[in-house]
């Protein structure tokens, strides 16, 4: 029944700017934190940003802090990643996730999310 579809992907320069949307099924207070996960290939999976819904805290990994913003509308559902100034280093696929309301979890273990989506691959040329 739960379902996270990523959106937004590309191809990019260096320097380049990309959105990445998530759409939630059913509300996103259904969730207690929501998150970005990314992975290059033989890379460890690796936590980019999260936000706790109820609140509206963030928390980013240093790698991308300045130049990457987690947000969420509600209304629509959807969970973003405005990402500027983007690096070859930020090539990777990139994965929605969220863990579930009253669940205990610390906001980058993807081992503490339920709910994944498919991902969407973001690629940063030099």
């Known amino acids: 029944q739960v379902q996270l579809v990523e959106s937004g992907g590309g191809s990019v320069q260096a320097g380049g700017s990309l959105r990445l949307s998530c759409i939630a099924s059913?509300?996103?207070?259904?969730?207690?934190?929501m998150g970005w996960f990314r992975q290059a290939p033989g890379q460890k999976r690796e936590a980019v940003a999260g936000i706790n819904i109820g609140t509206g805290s963030t928390y980013y990994t240093i790698s991308v802090r300045g130049r990457f913003t987690i947000s969420r509308d509600s209304a629509k559902n959807t969970l973003y990643l405005q990402m500027y100034s983007l690096k070859p280093e930020d090539t990777a696929m990139y994965y929605c996730?969220?863990?579930?309301?009253?669940?205990?979890?610390?906001?980058?273990?993807?081992?503490?999310?339920?709910?994944w989506g498919q991902g969407t691959q973001v690629t940063v040329s030099s």
């Open positions: 996730a969220a863990g579930r309301r009253g669940s205990t979890l610390t906001w980058h273990r993807f081992e503490d999310y339920r709910y």
């Open positions: 059913g509300y996103l207070y259904s969730y207690s934190y």
